[in-house]
C-alpha cells in the first residue's frame, strides 16, 4: 500500500481533503489518525477568517453546496494551537494555503516552511468561495503560473497545487503548475454552483452561489484527472466524490497516484479508513503487489488518445533545485 | 470515542401536525447519550438523501437500550423518516454537542418548549432524580388540541406540565412565553430561576428576552442546517456575543460577533448571548 509522492512516502494513497477534516481534532474521537495516508488540513489563511454568514451548507441530489468562506484560526493559531496535535497524529500532514494576493500565499510558504511536521503544502488557488485569491488564480494558466512561482521561490516543502474545474482548459492549468515548479497536483477542487428558495425568491445560501462536492461531481473529476495525468509528468491527487474504495481505484486507474477523501467524511465519519480497507482488500483479491501498479492503468483504445498517459517516473518527483 | 450505531425502529408513531416519533433499540449509545445532546440519523443507505438528519435526544431508557426522537417533517428527509416502521434499520451517529447545565441546589429549572422543541426538555426533566423534577416547571406550546394532546402523551411523568396552544383549543390560549412571564411575576418564594428553552426561533428569542427582562440566567438548544454534525464541515455557524472568558476558534465579524458551531459549541447556547436576528431568528 505504500507508495510515493513528490519525494514524500505515503503508507497508503488515502489522504482526507482540505475543508472535510479541519485540523484533526474532532475526527480522532472516532478513529485512530494514523490509519489514513495522510490529513489535507483545512485552508489557512494569514490572518484569521470568520467565514460567511449561515446558511453556509445546502444538500443537493447526490451532494451538497457549501459557502463556509474559508473560516480558520489563522496562520498564528494554526502553529500554536492546531500543530501540535497535528504532529502527534503518526500520518503525513499536508498543509493548505491561501492567500487573496501573491504576497499571502508567498508569506504563508515562508512561514510555514521550517515548521517541524509538515510534509508538504497544498496552494489553494482555487477556492470558489472568496472575492480574492480564488478562481481568477486557477482559471487561466497565467495569473496560475505566476502565483505558483512565486510560492516556488519562498519554500523548498514539496507543492501541490490544488486545481478547480471551473476553467475551459484544467490541463493548461496543470501544464502552468508543472512549468512553476510543483511537485503534484491535486483536483478537483468544488464546482461553482446556486440554490434557491422559490418561496422567498432568494438565494438559500448567504454567499449566493457556492462549491458542489460529492458524488455529483465524480464523473467531471474522473475525466479531469484523466486529461491532466495525460498531460503533466508531475503526479496527480485526485478529488471530487470518493466515497468507497472503488472510486477511490477508478481514480488511481485514470493516473491519480494519492486519492483524498473529502464530502463522504460528512455522511460516514468512517469512510476514509474504509476506502484504505476496502483497496487493501482489493490489491489481495488481485493479487496485486503494489498499489502503484494500478497508476495510470485504464485502457483506452489508441484512436480515442491522442497520446499515452505519461506516468511519473521517479528521477522526475524529486525537487530541481 | 464517537462511533456510528446500527439502531432499529422498535416502535414508530406518527403525530398530527406533521410530527412523528421514533422509539431506538440502540443498547451501546442509549447509555452514553444526556440532555442536550443529538444524533446525526441517516435516512436512507446510500446518496439520496444525501446528509443525515440531526435530531435532539428526546429520552432515554439506557436499563432498556431504548433512545427516541421527536421530529416533523418539513422536507425530503424528514418526510422519509416520518414513514419509518418498526423494524426499520438506520444508522446513528453519536452522543454528539454538549448538555444542558445543572441547576443549582434550590434553583427552579423552567422549561419553555415549542412543539417538538420539547424533545431535549424533557430529557432534562426525566434525567433527573424523582425529587428533583418538583424543582422544574414544564410548558409547552402547540399549535392545536390535537397536537398538545399527542405530545402530552408522549410523556407520561412530565412534573408540573402547562399546556398552551396558538388556537386556544385547549390550556392556556396563546403563547407559551405568556405561561413563562406569568409564572415568573408570581414567584412569590423568591427562589432562584433560570431558563431552559428550545422551540421555532421567535419563540426562544423572546424567552431571551423575558429572561433578560428578569436578570435571569437561560440556555437555549439551537437548530442549524447541518451537513456533517461532527465539527468538520463548519457549514451550522451560530452568531453570538463573544465570551471574554473562552476562547474562540474563529475571529470576530466586523460588526463584533463570533461564530461557533452548532455541533460543537451547542446544541446549547447561553441564549442571553446569541444573536437573534430583528425577526427573531438566528
Known amino acids: ?321 | 470515542m464517537l462511533n456510528d450505531y446500527e439502531a432499529v425502529v422498535a416502535q414508530a408513531k406518527q403525530l398530527p401536525g406533521r410530527m412523528f416519533f421514533l422509539e431506538f433499540d440502540a443498547p451501546e449509545l442509549a447509555k452514553k447519550c444526556g440532555p442536550g445532546e443529538f444524533v446525526m440519523v441517516q435516512v436512507e443507505p446510500g446518496t439520496d438523501p444525501f446528509l443525515r438528519r440531526a435530531f435532539s435526544l428526546f429520552y432515554t431508557e439506557p436499563k432498556k437500550g431504548k433512545l427516541t426522537i421527536l421530529g416533523k417533517s418539513y422536507g425530503f428527509g424528514t418526510a422519509l423518516l416520518r414513514e419509518k416502521k418498526a423494524g426499520d434499520r438506520l444508522k446513528l451517529v453519536g452522543p454528539l454537542g454538549n448538555r444542558f447545565g445543572r441547576a443549582k441546589k434550590k434553583e427552579t429549572t423552567l422549561l419553555v418548549a415549542g412543539g417538538v422543541g420539547l424533545a431535549p426538555l424533557y430529557f432534562y426533566q426525566q434525567a433527573l432524580a424523582k425529587n428533583l423534577r418538583k424543582d422544574t416547571h414544564l410548558f409547552l406550546g402547540a399549535r392545536s388540541k390535537a397536537e398538545a394532546l399527542a405530545l402530552k402523551k408522549l410523556m407520561p411523568s412530565a412534573a408540573n406540565l402547562q399546556l398552551a396552544t396558538d388556537d386556544g383549543s385547549y390550556g392556556y390560549a396563546g403563547r407559551v412565553t405568556d405561561l413563562l412571564e406569568t409564572w415568573l411575576e408570581k414567584n412569590e418564594n423568591g427562589r432562584p430561576v433560570r431558563i431552559l428553552s428550545c422551540g421555532p426561533d421567535g419563540m426562544m428569542a423572546k424567552t431571551a428576552e423575558i429572561a433578560e427582562k428578569f436578570g435571569l440566567p437561560i440556555e437555549v438548544s439551537l437548530e442549524t442546517a447541518m451537513a456533517c454534525g461532527w465539527g468538520i464541515c463548519i457549514g451550522c455557524a451560530v452568531k453570538s456575543l463573544p465570551d471574554e472568558k473562552m476562547e474562540s476558534e474563529f475571529p470576530k465579524t466586523s460588526d463584533g460577533y463570533i461564530y461557533q458551531r452548532a455541533c460543537i459549541d451547542g446544541p446549547v447556547f447561553n441564549g442571553r448571548q446569541v444573536a437573534w436576528e430583528a425577526d427573531g431568528s438566528t
Open chain 1, 1 to 321: 500500500m505504500k507508495i510515493s509522492f513528490a519525494g514524500v512516502e505515503f503508507a497508503n494513497p488515502v489522504l482526507v481533503a482540505s475543508g472535510t477534516f479541519n485540523y484533526g481534532e474532532e475526527m480522532a474521537r472516532f478513529y485512530p489518525l494514523s490509519k489514513l495516508g495522510g490529513i489535507v488540513t483545512k485552508s489557512i489563511t494569514l490572518k484569521a477568517r470568520s467565514g460567511h454568514p449561515y446558511p453556509r451548507t445546502y444538500e443537493t441530489k447526490g451532494g451538497m453546496l457549501n459557502a463556509i468562506g474559508l473560516a480558520n484560526p489563522g496562520i498564528e493559531k494554526f502553529l500554536s494551537k492546531k500543530m501540535p496535535f497535528l504532529r502527534t497524529l503518526g500520518t503525513r500532514l499536508v498543509v493548505n494555503i491561501a492567500g487573496s494576493t501573491i504576497e499571502e500565499f508567498v508569506e504563508l510558504a515562508h512561514r510555514l516552511s521550517d515548521v517541524e511536521g509538515i510534509d508538504a503544502l497544498e496552494v489553494n488557488i482555487s477556492c470558489p468561495n472568496v472575492k480574492e485569491g480564488g478562481l481568477e488564480f486557477s482559471a487561466t494558466p497565467q495569473p496560475a503560473f505566476r502565483v505558483l512561482s512565486a510560492v516556488r521561490k519562498a519554500t523548498r516543502l514539496p507543492l501541490v497545487a490544488k486545481l478547480s474545474p471551473n476553467t475551459a482548459d484544467i490541463a493548461a492549468i496543470a501544464q502552468a503548475a508543472e512549468e512553476a515548479g510543483m511537485e503534484g497536483v491535486s483536483l478537483i477542487n468544488t464546482l461553482v454552483g446556486m440554490a434557491v428558495d422559490l418561496k422567498t425568491k432568494k438565494p438559500i445560501l448567504s454567499n449566493v452561489t457556492g462549491g458542489l462536492s460529492g458524488p455529483a461531481i465524480k464523473p467531471v473529476a474522473l475525466a479531469m484527472v484523466y486529461t491532466v495525468a495525460r498531460r503533466v509528468r508531475i503526479p496527480v491527487m485526485a478529488i471530487g466524490g470518493i466515497c468507497g474504495a472503488t472510486d477511490a481505484l477508478e481514480f488511481m486507474v485514470c493516473g491519480a497516484t494519492l486519492v483524498q477523501v473529502g464530502t463522504a467524511n460528512f455522511t460516514d465519519p468512517k469512510a476514509a479508513p474504509k476506502v484504505v480497507d476496502g483497496i487493501e482488500s482489493y490489491l489481495k483479491e488481485q493479487k496485486i503487489s503494489s498499489v502503484q501498479n494500478l497508476v495510470g492503468a485504464l485502457r483506452v483504445p489508441p484512436e480515442k488518445e491522442s497520446s499515452p498517459i505519461k506516468l511519473p517516473k521517479l528521477d522526475e518527483l524529486r525537487v530541481q533545485t
